[in-house]
C-alpha cells in the first residue's frame, strides 16, 4: 500500500512554500525539511560546509547537486522521517528530482504542491519579509506584521532580515528558480502528482487546499 505521505513544496522564492510546509507539518506531525534553513543553520554555525556555501547562497545561486544530496538523503533517513516527511526547496533541479527518487520509502506516495504567485508579488512579499533566528516563524512587515516592531511575537527574539532577501539577489534567485527549478512542474504533472494551488489568496485559504490536497 502507498501511504506514507512525502509532500513536495514548489513554487518560486517567496510564494509561501516554508509557511505552508511548516502548518502541514503541524497538522501531519510528520517533519518539515527545508534545505534552505539546513544550509543557513550550517552559515551561522561556520561549519566547513557553512563555508563552504555562503557566499554561493549569498548570491543567489545554488549549491552544488552533491552536497544537497547527501544532506537530504542523510535527513531524510533519520528516524523522524520513517512516517512522511515534506519537502520544502528540495529539489530544485532534475538531477534533484531523480535522485530523490531513488532514496524514497519503498511505500511512499509522492504529492507535488505548486504554491503559484506572480514575480511582482513575490517580489513585494520578499522585500518585507523578516525571519526570526530562534524559532524559524516569518513575518511580514507590511502584510503579517509582528505586534511588537521587529520582535518575534512568539519568543521576543529580533527578527532579521535574510541577506538573500535583497532586491538584487532576488532577482537572481528568481532567474535561477526559472531556470532550473520550474520545469519541475512538469516533471511532477507528467508523473500525476502535482497539484497546483493559488498563492495569491488569504494564508489560510491556502493552508485548507494544501490540506486538502494532501488527504
Ligand atoms: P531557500 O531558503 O529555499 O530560498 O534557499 C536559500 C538558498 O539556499 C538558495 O538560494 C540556494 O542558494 C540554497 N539552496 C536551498 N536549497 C537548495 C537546493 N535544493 N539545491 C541547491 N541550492 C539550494
Same mark, same amino acid.
Given at each position: 500500500m502507498n501511504s506514507i505521505p512525502v509532500v513536495i513544496f514548489l513554487g +518560486?522564492? $517567496? +510564494? =509561501?512554500k516554508g509557511t505552508q510546509a511548516a502548518y502541514l507539518s503541524r497538522a501531519k506531525g510528520i517533519p518539515k525539511i527545508s534545505s534552505g534553513d539546513m544550509l543557513r543553520a550550517a552559515v551561522h554555525e561556520d561549519s566547513p560546509l557553512g563555508r563552504r556555501v555562503h557566499e554561493i547562497m549569498k548570491n543567489g545561486g545554488l549549491v552544488d547537486d552533491e552536497t544537497m544530496l547527501s544532506l537530504i538523503k542523510d535527513r531524510i533517513s &533519520?528516524? %523522524?522521517s520513517s512516517d512522511g516527511f515534506i519537502l520544502d $526547496?528540495?529539489?530544485? !533541479?532534475r538531477h534533484q528530482a531523480e535522485e530523490l527518487e531513488t532514496v524514497l520509502p519503498l511505500h511512499g506516495r509522492v504529492i507535488a504542491i505548486n504554491i503559484q504567485a506572480s514575480e511582482e508579488e513575490v517580489v513585494k512579499r520578499i522585500a518585507g519579509r523578516r525571519n526570526c533566528p530562534k524559532c524559524g516563524h516569518v513575518y511580514n512587515v507590511?502584510?503579517? *506584521? *509582528?505586534? %511588537?516592531?521587529? &520582535?518575534? %511575537?512568539? %519568543? =521576543?527574539t529580533t527578527l532579521f532580515r535574510r541577506n538573500d532577501d535583497s532586491d538584487l539577489v532576488v532577482r537572481k534567485r528568481i532567474m535561477t528558480y526559472k531556470k532550473e527549478t520550474l520545469p519541475l512542474i512538469d516533471y511532477y504533472k507528467k508523473k500525476g502528482v502535482l497539484k497546483a494551488i !493559488? =498563492?495569491?489568496?488569504p494564508q489560510d485559504d491556502v493552508t485548507h487546499e494544501v490540506l486538502a490536497a494532501v488527504q
Open positions: +518560486a522564492p $517567496g +510564494a =509561501g &533519520k528516524p %523522524d $526547496g528540495f529539489p530544485r !533541479n507590511y502584510f503579517h *506584521p *509582528p505586534a %511588537d516592531d521587529e &520582535k518575534c %511575537d512568539l %519568543d =521576543g !493559488n =498563492g495569491v489568496q
